[in-house]
């Protein structure tokens, strides 16, 4: 099975490719757009995308791509996000002078620099990819912050594990393909929807699931993209393909402008 | 006047402050947390934050802080975001193999990538940063993306002005102190509340707003720092300080585990 993943080899979304499909090849892009475009014109078979992180939030693009592209959440998985300093074998604690990473990695490992002064967080554009710039150009004074998957990538070392400062870190991936597939257990279901610039439009949106008792796990409004300050809603309900969510999506068509089924799978 | 910013100066916060607040002295923090922090102990007098783009998003570390953080949301203004190709003064077009910026940056600039095949998009920490490192490393291969307000910054020459993909890329800010002050003239409100985990609560949490006509302007859920998967709820609607959204705002106490205000200002 091939799976697209944005970034680098050895990053948090080949760990949860690897998790939600063992066995599969990991096919790594650098950009967003060009995972949807795989997954859209079948060099794929799926696609592993981070959705949100339980400290830093949504990732807005991929909410965006999974609206204006014709693709389905088959599963969601939730990754315990593990840090750790990643070195060149022989590399000791003394030696290190830089830690590249991620600015939300480096962000979430404060504590690690402000025990060790010495050392400068410098950001770099990519978790997995601040490891494999230390190990291929060989720096024996700076380390990379990354999971566990980068040593394997890149045969880097471990000089500290888990050096995150918040273990409550956690971050849901989906596991998208380009045909609607519902799998069997599915009791969750991911939608977007976008309403009229009018007061009481949202909570009419709302009550259609208040009033079958459907409840909401999550809901965020996002601008709409080219129309400045006009938003589309993500929400996720409670429920499967049933007769009670059907019903609940055909009264939500009849109050807003746009309804899309962006997913129906087990709940993780 | 003293206004703190996150990031380098010659940034879009920087300009955003200079049209806010004309005249004011710019105090450049490397971390937003600092920024609040300076609001804080008051030495600065107000601090100027992005707060959402309409293309990217939110910047939700900002949410974060405004409900942490003993502050008060005095403005608001809309910043339109234009991006421009800044170099070294007698850098010439066809001299450039590398050009760096802040990775949302690059992202809005595709279409000249595209016309520009032989110049590399390199990520970087922060777009104003693009430029203070092309120019102080007096690199003559190299541009950065960054604001107008970056060339006065590092004394930089635009080689092409206005390179992002979409003209309509406007980005909100917020000015705010550590005392509560309502302006002349406020007519909407910034609030965040979270609710018990149980079906229909924010429909009866909307609903203190839709029986009252009052028009919600976004709403957005994010998760709890330190309670994965249980969401605060951000929300604007279009009232200032009146007996209406006094009343709601009880009402809403009623219903919602916690509320804060975090800012009643003229919608910008």
Redesign the interface.
Known sequence: MKIAIQGEAGSFSHEAARRMAPGCTIVPCA?SAEVFDRVGRGSVDAAVIPI???????V??HFDLLLARKVFIEREFRLRIVHNLIVLPGVKREDLRRVYSH?VAL?QCRDFFRRNRKVEPV???DTAGSVKHVVENRLRDAAGIAGRQAVKAYKGRILAAGIED?K?N?TRFFLIRSKRRVLRGANKTSIAFSLQN???A???A??V??LR???????????M?????E?V?YADFLRGDDLAARNALHHLAEVADLVKVLGVYPSA
Do not use: C, M, Q, V
């Open positions: 950009r949100e992180n339980s400290l830093a939030g949504s807005t693009e600015p962000e950001p770099f554009y918040d409550r956690f009018i007061p009481g949202l909570f009419k709302l009550s699931f208040a008792d459907i409840s909401l796990s999550k809901i965020e409004s996002r601008p993209r080219g129309r400045p300050w938003y809603f």
